[in-house]
């Protein structure tokens, strides 16, 4: 059983910067593909960015080169830095995770969720 927490969402303007941070109440080796996910009213959850647990990452194509992910191991620890942030990015960000070892930005692959932390981008 793994437990997730996010926290650092909030609000910012248009261009701004943002990094959300998941804390995850696991072994330290214990491996999980992690990823964060994002929801906005009215539409399904959306896969933003994946890392794998020997550190192979994906991201989905409207964030990529302006969000990053990253992961500690050793304080497990999972981070996505969000810069450029626009309106579009506003959303439900949650933290996941998936014993499956490859990289997905499937939700259905995902076994743990958090509760997640809201982001909101004003123009």
């Known amino acids: 059983q793994v437990q997730l927490v996010e926290s650092g969402g909030g609000s910012v303007q248009t261009g701004g910067f943002l990094c959300l941070t998941c804390s995850a109440s696991k072994s330290s080796y214990e491996r999980y593909t992690m990823a964060w996910f994002r929801q906005a009213p009215g539409l399904e959850r959306e896969g933003v960015a994946t890392i794998a647990p020997l550190g192979g990452v994906n991201y989905a194509y409207s964030v990529e080169g302006r969000f990053t992910i990253s992961q500690d191991n050793a304080k497990n620890t999972l981070s996505l830095q969000m810069n450029s942030l626009k309106p579009e990015d506003t959303a439900m960000y949650y933290c996941?995770?998936?014993?499956?070892?490859?990289?997905?930005?499937?939700?259905?692959?995902?076994?743990?969720w958090g509760q997640g932390t809201q982001v909101t981008v004003s123009s």
């Open positions: 996941a995770a998936t014993s499956k070892p490859w990289l997905t930005l499937r939700a259905r692959d995902y076994k743990y």
